[in-house]
């Protein structure tokens, strides 16, 4: 009977893909009516400090989540109180050091956008 409850209560709430640093990333997204998978979750750390936990959502996780056309989703879960513009500054960082010049150019304007 137990086996059967705890069963019942797997099935009955919604499960996360994810644990980053205590914050719990769901499995799945939706943007615009259409279903995102989890690609990748991950911790940003600026010197010791936990600065946020964050997702990628993407409609196919085989397929490069940077260069693949459709919707996506970032899910950001700040873990410290910072201000926009150390946190766009630590992104550029991030991106810059994770990625080929090339690459790094090419999501400038959407860093910007975001920025402002």
């Given at each position: 009977m137990a086996f059967r409850t705890l069963l019942l209560l797997l099935v009955a709430f919604p499960s996360w893909a994810a644990e980053v640093s205590g914050v719990k990333i769901d499995e799945k997204a939706r943007v615009?009516?259409?279903?995102?998978?989890?690609?990748?979750?991950?911790?940003r750390k600026r010197f010791v400090f936990q600065v946020y936990a964050i997702g990628l959502y993407v409609q196919e996780r085989k397929a490069d989540p940077i260069t693949q056309p459709g919707p996506k989703r970032v899910q950001i879960h700040m873990l410290r109180d910072v201000g926009a513009e150390p946190f766009i500054d630590a992104l550029v960082d991030g991106i810059k050091a994770n990625h080929s010049e090339a690459e790094a150019k090419a999501l400038d304007p959407r860093v910007q956008q975001l920025g402002a």
């Amino acid at each position: 009977m137990a086996f059967r409850t705890l069963l019942l209560l797997l099935v009955a709430f919604p499960s996360w893909a994810a644990e980053v640093s205590g914050v719990k990333i769901d499995e799945k997204a939706r943007v615009a009516d259409i279903e995102l998978s989890l690609t990748g979750a991950g911790l940003r750390k600026r010197f010791v400090f936990q600065v946020y936990a964050i997702g990628l959502y993407v409609q196919e996780r085989k397929a490069d989540p940077i260069t693949q056309p459709g919707p996506k989703r970032v899910q950001i879960h700040m873990l410290r109180d910072v201000g926009a513009e150390p946190f766009i500054d630590a992104l550029v960082d991030g991106i810059k050091a994770n990625h080929s010049e090339a690459e790094a150019k090419a999501l400038d304007p959407r860093v910007q956008q975001l920025g402002a």
